[in-house]
């Protein structure tokens, strides 16, 4: 009788054994594509007559296209640190542009997506720009690296491609400098991309992809079959930047689809903040890209500063073609994640963002904490900004003058309110200091408390 039980249960467990082919992930993959300096006016699906931009026209037909898509903050490394916290710059401790000696990074100290879902289960990669660290501690010990921050595999650079996005020559693979490359950056982003979805990652885990290329920002260098298409437009070659990545994304869902993956995927395509430059350089060329009409640039906490692309795919989720108009930011980026995963937020800390589903089928989302901007190398008149609802409120510098803007109709943020509404301004002066005071009470104000257009030394916060 034993030995017939014993026949039994081997027999089922051989039946009940899985195949040796891997099984789908239970997911969903997270891949998040960001580009760098991509104004919102920068793609043919945002209204630009001229851009080619035929993947990222694809993916928005394929998904919901935001009209009210908003980055953390108007320069990257603030903006970056909020998509991977889920929190506002200054509370994070990311709160300027990282370059030089700064003691500002993104602490150990901070939870990251990729962290927590690696924790559950998830295979993690970074690929691209990094910009989290000081430059002079990229790659070093001292200071947390993106492998510190939950990626298992990591190709990375410090902030800009070097020299520029041709033939780049300051790429790091999990701590190791590659050395000069040949070709150019978005597209050897994609590839590294690639080949870890391919031929690295454990196929039978769901992942977290974190594509980041460097196009557009400056130095710009554009392979030619992308300027081709724009003939002698004097911004052929910006404008073919984007065309470049673009390609690249677009290798990148071509990758998906090859491996059966798309259907259990949510893709997000965004921009850290509003586009750079404006004029003629000395190749007497157009530079710099489009806010599609909103005001100001990069930098600014007025609409073309901070207002970007942002596109999703989640196939079975999201209706194909939706546009929404709900207001999102890339904090919420990390709420989202947590959310479709399945995993709860932080409780010991203040998230900022929010998980963005309903706005996915254009249905509004509760916010605890407003959508909220302080950009500390803007126009001394534009570095913080409020918005509640439909209202907008922009302040300057030293808190002591305010804009007021009914931001749904007049986008373009040419009618200032402030004196004609008195009454609103308060209120929203009001909401905003609420805002503020709570973030100083719990970011590192040593860092910057006496701030003068350089870091301050001595300066020290743990990790």
């Not at 580009?35 to 793609?43: I, Q, T």
């Not at 885990?205 to 974190?210: G, H």
């Not at 081709?228 to 869902?253: C, F, W």
């Not at 259990?264 to 530079?287: C, H, M, Q, W, Y």
Request: with cysteine.
């Amino acid at each position: 009788m034993i030995k017939h039980v014993f026949i039994c249960i081997v027999a089922c467990s051989v039946w009940l054994a899985p195949s040796s082919a891997p099984a789908q992930p239970p997911g969903p993959n997270i891949v998040v594509f960001l580009a760098d300096d991509m104004g919102w006016g920068d793609a043919s699906c945002y209204g630009h007559e001229q851009i080619v931009s035929p993947n990222i026209d694809k993916l928005a037909s394929q998904g919901v296209r935001f009209t009210q898509c908003y980055a953390a903050a108007g320069v990257c490394s603030p903006a970056r640190s909020s998509i991977l916290t889920g929190r506002t710059p200054y509370r994070n401790g990311v709160w300027r542009h990282l370059s030089g000696d700064s003691p500002a990074h993104l602490r150990t100290s901070e939870i990251t997506y990729p962290e927590l879902l690696k924790k559950a289960g998830y295979e993690t990669c970074h690929v691209g720009k990094w910009h989290l660290a000081p430059k002079q501690h990229f790659n070093q010990a001292a200071y947390p690296q993106p492998g510190d921050h939950g990626y298992d595999h990591w190709m990375a650079t410090h902030n800009n491609a070097h020299p520029s996005h041709q033939n780049p020559d300051n790429f790091v693979l999990n701590g190791e400098p590659m050395g000069p490359l040949e070709g150019f950056s978005a597209p050897l982003v994609a590839h590294e991309a690639i080949r870890w979805l391919e031929d690295i990652r454990d196929p039978a885990k769901p992942f977290v992809l974190s594509v980041w290329v460097h196009e557009p920002h400056t130095p710009i260098a554009t392979d030619k079959r992308f300027v081709e298409p724009y003939g002698g437009e004097r911004n052929s070659r910006y404008m073919g930047n984007i065309t470049q990545l673009d390609h690249a994304l677009g290798k990148v869902m071509d990758a998906l689809d090859k491996q059966g993956l798309t259907e259990n995927t949510l893709l997000i395509f965004t921009s850290d903040n509003g586009p750079e430059g404006k004029g003629i350089n000395k190749r007497n060329e157009a530079v710099g890209g489009s806010t599609g009409g909103l005001r100001g640039r990069k930098r600014d906490d007025h609409e073309g500063g901070i207002r970007v692309p942002g596109i999703v795919r989640w196939p079975g989720h999201i209706a194909p073609g939706t546009v929404s108009d709900v207001p999102v930011i890339g904090s919420d980026i990390f709420a989202t994640a947590l959310d479709v995963a399945g995993i709860p937020l932080p409780d010991d800390r203040v998230i900022d963002g929010v998980s963005m589903r309903p706005a996915f089928a254009n249905q509004p989302v509760q916010r605890p904490v407003p959508l909220f901007w302080r950009t500390h190398v803007s126009s001394a008149d534009s570095r913080v900004a409020l918005r509640v609802g439909d209202w907008k409120i922009v302040g300057n510098d030293t808190l002591d003058r305010f804009e007021l803007f009914e931001i749904t109709k007049d986008p373009r943020e040419t009618r200032d309110l402030a004196q004609a509404m008195p009454e609103k301004r308060d209120e929203m002066k009001a909401a905003l200091f609420e805002v503020w005071e709570g973030v100083q009470a719990q970011g590192p104000r040593a860092w910057w408390e006496g701030f003068k257009g350089k870091p301050r030394r001595g300066s020290t916060v743990p990790y």
